[in-house]
């Protein structure tokens, strides 16, 4: 087993208001973040699953925009509401969401089954 | 493939001065990221490898941390000095570097060969 079973990484980028890409700061990433973090703890999940906030994940029209690795999953559109489904499922069973992965298929292309 | 053949989570987390276990930002993580971006751009690999700063990877005392995916390597109080090597050893021939991998064996434990 390496360091973190799950390693999760929430956008907190901010670009300027009004910028075309738009970012996932305007989109309430912390509040994800900052959900996600409290759950995995409260669910005593903290030892073997890190939540970070990350920069810039280049898929800023997709933001709240989360990636899971180290199967490298990536979700977007995520907001507070989507928290506890992906605990549960991805998290905790393994399962990862397919209703909130980014359907750009360079991002979720040949998808490794875990 | 999947959206990124490496990525790589750089530390920024930023203590108060004089906080006991120190902190990324204060051993230069800043300049360790911008390099890495730079010479990534550099070389062309910026389509298939991203360089991202991260928040507290929890492994302070080992700054300045940085995390390679999907293969979960830790190094540790990585420099500027550091880069060219990673860069052209783990990122260019696939072969993590071991003597900046962080010792303690909770972050490099079973390591799996790529």
Known sequence: M???EKHIFVCENKRPEGHPRGCCSEKN???VKELLKRRIK????NTTVRVNSAGCLDAC???VTVVVYPEQIWYGKVN??????IIQMHIVKNIPVERLQIKDEKFNRNEIKI
């Not at 409260?42 to 999940?45: C, H, N, R, V």
């Not at 507070?80 to 489904?85: A, L, R, T």
Request: aromatic share 10%; net charge negative.
């Open 2 to 4: 390496k360091r973190f």
């Open 80 to 85: 507070v509401d989507d928290v506890e489904e």
């Open 61 to 63: 029209e997709y933001g």
């Open 42 to 45: 409260e669910l005593g999940l």
């Open 29 to 31: 990433s912390v509040q």
